[in-house]
Every structure is written in structure tokens, then in C-alpha cells.
């Protein structure tokens, strides 16, 4: 889905204020009749984004702080949660991602019965296969007695093929803390 065009900076300045230690946006106006001036802004849509009517049209809020913040509509890029959590406004949470760099942070398929990411069970062989999709292309990474080994070959080729921009099955300590 394509995002609507954000308001102007200018115009966002005058509507909301924005704490970027704390991510929370509230209203320098009154919005509505239910709502006073200094309430926080948006409400919670069904998969978990707080989202904000302005003008009776609908913007993720995320998307608005990276307006109100830099001048810069991100358009078709995704500003991303860099924790995951998408209720999680915090500047330093926010980052911009071209969209399939974004895909691939997502956690495993719910239908994963493996535990790991990139990683399944192999009936003919009787092991744990790992693989990996890169250039819209699978990629065999060969087949494991344990689920764990196979998850941490995946691991590997996802930190050489994708880089920063990847869940991990193991991330290092330091990615935990976000």
C-alpha cells in the first residue's frame, strides 16, 4: 500500500509537539470534540501501529515523526522500528529502509515449526535444512543433525547476504539491548 503525500513540516509543527526521548506525539490543538489540546495523538490500529487522522485522512504516526523531525516525506520508503516494537516512537528507534530491507527483518513464518528462522525439517534426509532467500533466489545452505547448527548456518549467510538489515536466529548481545 502506497503512503499518502504528509503534511508540510511547517504545518505539523502547529498541530503537534513531539517528545523524542519519550516517541510520545500529542496535539498542540484541539482535535476534536472528545479531545483536548495536549492528548496523545492517534489511536492504535489492529496491527499494533498507532495511527493519526489529519484532515480526516489517516497516517501512521511513525511516519509523521520522521516528517515532523526531518523536513523529509519518506514516501515510498519504510521508516522502520529498529526494536520491532511498533508502538516504540522513540527517535532513536526510527530509522528509513527501502522496503525489502525492511521484509527482512521480520520474524519467522508462523507456520515454522523449527523454532528458527531459515531453517526446516527435511523428511528424505532426516535432518534440519537450512536456507535462505537473497536476489529473489533460495539459497541452499546444506543440512544439519540439529535445528540449532542449521539456524546458525543461516545466521551466517543472512549476515553476508543482507547485512545489517536482517533478524537473526542469534543476534549478538549488542542487538539485544534495542
Given at each position: 500500500?502506497?503512503?499518502?503525500?504528509?503534511?508540510?513540516?511547517?504545518?505539523?509543527?502547529?498541530?503537534?509537539?513531539?517528545?523524542?526521548?519519550?516517541?510520545?506525539?500529542?496535539?498542540?490543538?484541539?482535535?476534536?470534540?472528545?479531545?483536548?489540546?495536549?492528548?496523545?495523538?492517534?489511536?492504535?490500529?489492529?496491527?499494533?501501529?498507532?495511527?493519526?487522522?489529519?484532515?480526516?485522512?489517516?497516517?501512521?504516526?511513525?511516519?509523521?515523526?520522521?516528517?515532523?523531525?526531518?523536513?523529509?516525506?519518506?514516501?515510498?520508503?519504510?521508516?522502520?522500528?529498529?526494536?520491532?516494537?511498533?508502538?516504540?516512537?522513540?527517535?532513536?528507534?526510527?530509522?528509513?529502509?527501502?522496503?525489502?530491507?525492511?521484509?527482512?527483518?521480520?520474524?519467522?513464518?508462523?507456520?515454522?515449526?523449527?523454532?528458527?528462522?531459515?531453517?526446516?525439517?527435511?523428511?528424505?534426509?532426516?535432518?534440519?535444512?537450512?536456507?535462505i532467500q537473497h536476489s529473489k533466489k533460495h539459497t541452499y545452505l546444506g543440512l544439519y543433525s540439529c535445528a540449532k547448527e542449521a539456524a546458525l548456518a543461516y545466521d551466517v549467510a543472512?549476515?553476508?547476504?543482507?547485512?545489517?538489515?536482517?533478524?537473526?536466529?542469534?543476534?549478538?548481545?549488542?542487538?539485544?539491548?534495542?
Amino acid at each position: 500500500m502506497k503512503a499518502l503525500p504528509l503534511p508540510p513540516q511547517e504545518e505539523l509543527h502547529k498541530l503537534f509537539t513531539y517528545n523524542p526521548d519519550s516517541g510520545v506525539i500529542k496535539w498542540c490543538i484541539k482535535p476534536g470534540k472528545n479531545l483536548a489540546a495536549g492528548s496523545i495523538a492517534g489511536t492504535i490500529q489492529n496491527k499494533g501501529y498507532r495511527v493519526i487522522a489529519i484532515a480526516r485522512k489517516r497516517y501512521m504516526a511513525h511516519r509523521i515523526i520522521w516528517m515532523y523531525m526531518t523536513g523529509e516525506d519518506p514516501r515510498e520508503l519504510e521508516v522502520d522500528h529498529l526494536n520491532n516494537n511498533r508502538l516504540d516512537n522513540r527517535w532513536i528507534n526510527l530509522r528509513l529502509l527501502e522496503g525489502r530491507a525492511n521484509h527482512r527483518k521480520q520474524l519467522k513464518p508462523i507456520h515454522n515449526t523449527s523454532g528458527y528462522k531459515g531453517v526446516t525439517w527435511c523428511k528424505a534426509a532426516n535432518k534440519w535444512m537450512a536456507q535462505i532467500q537473497h536476489s529473489k533466489k533460495h539459497t541452499y545452505l546444506g543440512l544439519y543433525s540439529c535445528a540449532k547448527e542449521a539456524a546458525l548456518a543461516y545466521d551466517v549467510a543472512a549476515r553476508r547476504y543482507h547485512g545489517e538489515h536482517i533478524r537473526l536466529n542469534f543476534p549478538k548481545p549488542t542487538e539485544l539491548a534495542a
